[in-house]
């Protein structure tokens, strides 16, 4: 029996359900986090574009989308003004200097400093050491003074606990029910969105209505990145009145073990630790039903804010300062697969999701979605005594009142979100499908990038590690495994898959984390693109809201601390980034600054070299054997008469050319990927040989993508360009005349051919004229980005082969690449 002092009473798990199965285990400081989705806004006339431009060519292409609003959404009822404008108004009205309650910004500073890295103790023992009490001067001389201090900064919603009551199925001596009591710490969801909301800092990247995206002006190609731009906003706005604003909430919990990433909290609010006890008053066959009970009980206590909220909307001022009639309904649930399975209260040999049965989820087909009202009335029935078949046909667990029970327009089996990580990456990809190809290729497999030593000595696998070796995996085995085992897309898999059973491969495919992947067209569909729903956040920011935390209390009574910790981080990010004016003259120094130590310099536009060349005045017979450019000679003079026609000096053998390692090449942005340019690193390194104790280095001789035609039109496209490896980067001396254009001599591949059919990868070769390869000089400047880098063991594979596939997976911007030119 789980009780406190505001709910009802729970039913011990000591009848008919008991003993469950003990699948599932509470690891320490397990916390749900919310996460409210902050998009781009979509325009608010029907079908527009956001920018198009006119190419040099004459022809014009759109760096926009195209959007369609579905819903009279998002209205502003009237001008408010938001907590961090108060707080900035209060500031600038008040008495007190803009440093307060610190002395200065020095003070400020080292405040910032002492609550980010060092805990109660390690801050204790700092304030107390000689040299800063006697040469700091600070104006708090313990840790109870600063803390004071730090507590009087505006913060985010308040912590709150509250104590539950837990009656086991055990008796003591004396025969009385023995009985935990937990803690559960949390603060109001609805104030957490109303923080998010109405943060200024969000204010450019807020949506506020739902809309469709389209590639094309004619709505032929629709785009579904962002949760504004997916179906489940669209579908649910027509559920609430006209005008009303959605704040989609993506609720995570994790208790897994971490490992470090980079991720970002700045959308994400913590809003409970939620309590991991052994539950010792129940006997060991009633623990895990326990402990999946007192979850959701601790979980529906949480999130009950959520449901009046979600029924009736709450007025919020919102970032851009006005206010709206706000919705706050859970749309995503994000974790692990026992996770979820334990919130959809079924068991871990089914699927949260569906109701395909435990023996078939192997056979890819569609099964009937899991329904919240359905579900809710089986397992009522299962706690007044019924025995419904259909608990035990949809392989449900005892837990009678899930805590999303009453959440209003959300269905939970829906908002189970593709798990990149676990699923695919770590469960098909590296459990399964390299397993299945190491077995049907070679014994001995060839070391790919960044595996040096093959795959089979990596005993932890990061997030990165899975994303490299997918990049190669289908030019790898292409033309080594049985066509059929290349089918790629999942539908395809499941009509071949066959071939690894007729090897001796594979004996079944029930596997659940394949089974998963069927889901994920739907989940796309209905919340955007998967990547926005990773675990590798939540497990991230596990390390922020929990270890951290722990770590940084005294390890007694440590979960007021963990939240007061949290609460003291909130307080500095808010008054760092929004209650002081940025200094813009910082940003502009600091880029200055790094300009002057950069080790390199701006030859172009988009190409970078470095300041001087790795090998000065080299001659060209050095460049036609180091490099192995036969024809440097005559492609040069075929450069020269096209491009500088008015220079009548013939290079011969006598001249000398600055020589360099690599060019970087600076892509602008693909949107369809993301903001960030792009950065290919190209090579032309001829072999180094070792010397005493200094090893050698092998030759690296890059493929790249060559411009053959405008290239303003052509950014985003394979139309009008060509696959060259790059053997040498140079400059013209001086007495060619002052040309500040880099150059490279390339050789040719043949254009892009027919995708080979199993694979569907482009494949090209070696191009030849009069039975030497076809090489040029051109501009680096024509250089748009390294297409493929794959070596074998020995040797460099380039000069090995002469055909090739072309690895559209090579990165992001290549695939992206590939799929709009397949469209052409």
Same mark, same amino acid.
């Given at each position: 029996m789980i009780e406190d002092n505001d709910t009802e009473n729970l039913d011990t798990p000591n009848g008919p359900d008991s003993p469950p199965s003990a699948d599932f285990s509470n690891h320490d400081h397990p916390h749900p986090s919310a996460d409210m989705d902050n998009n781009p806004a979509p325009r608010k006339t029907p079908c527009v574009t956001v920018e198009e431009a006119e190419d040099d060519d004459g022809t014009f292409s759109y760096t926009g989308r195209f959007f369609d609003p579905q819903a009279d959404a998002g209205w502003a009822l009237y001008e408010g003004e938001t907590k961090f404008e108060g707080y900035k108004r209060d500031q600038e009205e008040g008495s007190e200097h803009p440093w307060s309650p610190f002395e200065d910004a020095e003070e400020w500073d080292l405040a910032q400093w002492l609550v980010k890295n060092l805990g109660q103790t390690r801050t204790d023992e700092f304030l107390k050491l000689p040299i800063t009490q006697n040469r700091t001067k600070v104006s708090f001389h313990n840790n109870r003074a600063f803390l004071q201090k730090v507590n009087g900064l505006p913060h985010g919603p308040e912590?709150?606990?509250?104590?539950?009551?837990?009656?086991?199925?055990?008796?003591?001596?004396?025969?009385?029910?023995?009985?935990?009591?937990?803690?559960?710490?949390?603060?109001?969801?609805?104030?957490?969105?109303?923080?998010?909301?109405?943060?200024?800092?969000?204010?450019?990247?807020?949506?506020?209505?739902?809309?469709?995206?389209?590639?094309?002006?004619?709505?032929?190609?629709?785009?579904?990145?962002?949760?504004?731009?997916?179906?489940?906003?669209?579908?649910?706005q027509k559920a609430l009145p006209k005008g009303a604003t959605i704040a989609p909430i993506i609720l995570s919990s994790d208790k897994t073990c971490l490992s470090q990433r980079q991720a970002s909290a700045r959308a994400t609010v913590l809003i409970g630790y939620l309590p991991a006890v052994k539950l010792d008053c129940f006997s060991s066959d009633a623990h895990s039903l326990a402990g999946y009970r007192l979850f959701h009980h601790c979980m529906a206590l949480l999130l009950h804010p959520l449901i009046a909220a979600g029924q009736n909307g709450v007025e919020m001022v919102c970032a851009d300062s006005l206010v709206r009639h706000v919705y706050p309904i859970l749309a995503a649930y994000v974790a692990d697969f026992p996770e979820q399975c334990l919130v959809a209260c079924c068991k871990e040999n089914r699927c949260p999701k569906c109701l395909v049965a435990a023996d078939e989820r192997g056979n890819g087909f569609e099964s009937v979605m899991r329904d919240p009202e359905s579900t809710k009335e089986i397992l009522e029935r299962r706690k007044n005594g019924q025995h419904p078949p259909e608990f035990e046909e949809n392989g449900l667990r005892a837990i009678y009142k899930p805590f999303?029970?009453?959440?209003?327009?959300?269905?939970?089996?829906?908002?189970?979100?593709?798990?990149?990580?676990?699923?695919?990456?770590?469960?098909?990809?590296?459990?399964?499908?390299?397993?299945?190809?190491?077995?049907?290729?070679?014994?001995?497999?060839p070391g790919?990038?960044?595996?040096?030593?093959?795959?089979?000595?990596?005993?932890?696998?990061?997030?990165?590690?899975?994303?490299?070796?997918?990049?190669?995996?289908?030019?790898?085995?292409?033309?080594?495994?049985?066509?059929?085992?290349?089918?790629?897309?999942?539908?395809?898999?499941h009509a071949n898959k066959d071939v690894l059973t007729e090897l001796a491969i594979r004996e079944h495919f029930n596997i659940p984390k394949l089974h998963q992947l069927t889901h994920y067209v739907q989940s796309i569909m209905l919340f955007g693109a998967a990547d926005g729903f990773n675990t590798e956040l939540p497990e991230r920011l596990h390390i922020?809201?929990?270890?951290?935390?722990?770590?940084?209390?005294?390890?007694?009574?440590?979960?007021?601390?963990?939240?007061?910790?949290?609460? @003291?981080?909130?307080?500095?990010?808010? %008054?760092?980034?929004?209650?002081?004016? #940025? /200094?813009?003259?910082?940003?502009?120094? *600091?880029?200055?600054?790094?300009?002057?130590?950069?080790?390199?310099?701006?030859?172009?536009?988009?190409?970078?070299?470095?300041?001087?060349?790795?090998?000065?005045?080299?001659?060209?017979?050095k460049i036609v054997t180091a490099h192995g450019a036969t024809d440097f000679l005559p492609a040069l003079q075929s450069f020269l008469r096209k491009n500088l026609p008015h220079i009548n000096i013939i290079p011969g053998i006598q001249d000398h050319f600055d020589v360099y390692r690599q060019v970087v090449i600076e892509a602008p942005p693909d949107r369809r990927v993301g903001d960030?340019?792009?950065?290919?690193?190209?090579?032309?390194?001829?072999?180094?040989?070792?010397?005493? @104790?200094?090893?050698?280095?092998?030759? %690296?001789?890059?493929?790249?993508?060559? #411009? /053959?035609?405008?290239?303003?039109?052509? *950014?985003?496209?394979?139309?009008?360009?060509?696959?060259?490896?790059?053997?040498a980067i140079f400059t013209l001396p001086r007495q060619f005349g002052i040309y500040s254009r880099a150059l490279a001599y390339i050789e040719w591949f043949t254009p892009f051919r027919q995708p080979d059919p199993s694979s569907r990868l482009q494949q090209v070769s070696r191009s030849t004229r009069q039975l030497r390869r076809n090489a040029a000089?051109?501009?680096?400047?024509?250089?748009?980005?390294?297409?493929?880098?794959?070596?074998?063991?020995?040797?460099?594979?380039?000069?090995?082969?002469n055909d090739f596939y072309f690895n559209e997976f090579i990165d992001s911007e290549m695939f992206s690449v590939s799929v709009i030119n397949s469209r052409l």
């Open positions: 912590w709150s606990c509250r104590k539950v009551t837990v009656r086991g199925n055990l008796d003591d001596e004396n025969g009385v029910p023995l009985q935990d009591e937990v803690e559960l710490w949390s603060r109001d969801p609805v104030e957490c969105v109303k923080e998010l909301i109405g943060n200024p800092f969000f204010k450019e990247d807020m949506a506020y209505s739902p809309a469709r995206a389209y590639a094309d002006h004619a709505g032929q190609h629709r785009v579904i990145d962002e949760m504004w731009m997916a179906d489940w906003w669209g579908e649910t999303w029970a009453d959440l209003p327009h959300a269905n939970i089996f829906l908002a189970f979100t593709p798990n990149l990580l676990h699923q695919l990456h770590k469960g098909v990809f590296k459990d399964h499908l390299v397993k299945w190809c190491i077995d049907i290729a070679i014994p001995d497999y790919l990038r960044h595996f040096k030593k093959g795959i089979s000595t990596v005993k932890q696998w990061t997030g990165s590690e899975h994303k490299e070796m997918q990049r190669v995996f289908v030019g790898l085995l292409s033309g080594a495994v049985p066509s059929h085992v290349l089918a790629t897309a999942l539908g395809v898999f922020d809201f929990a270890k951290d935390a722990y770590r940084a209390s005294n390890k007694r009574d440590y979960e007021e601390q963990m939240a007061l910790w949290l609460q @003291r981080q909130e307080a500095v990010f808010l %008054r760092e980034h929004h209650l002081f004016d #940025s /200094d813009s003259d910082s940003d502009t120094d *600091l880029e200055e600054v790094e300009a002057a130590s950069s080790n390199t310099t701006t030859i172009h536009t988009g190409h970078t070299l470095a300041k001087a060349p790795a090998h000065p005045h080299q001659t060209v017979e960030t340019p792009k950065r290919w690193h190209v090579r032309a390194r001829p072999e180094v040989v070792a010397s005493g @104790r200094k090893p050698g280095c092998p030759a %690296r001789f890059d493929m790249a993508l060559i #411009s /053959d035609g405008p290239r303003s039109s052509r *950014l985003h496209t394979l139309d009008g360009v060509r696959v060259a490896q790059v053997r000089v051109i501009h680096v400047d024509e250089i748009m980005g390294q297409s493929v880098d794959v070596t074998l063991r020995r040797g460099n594979a380039y000069e090995v082969v």
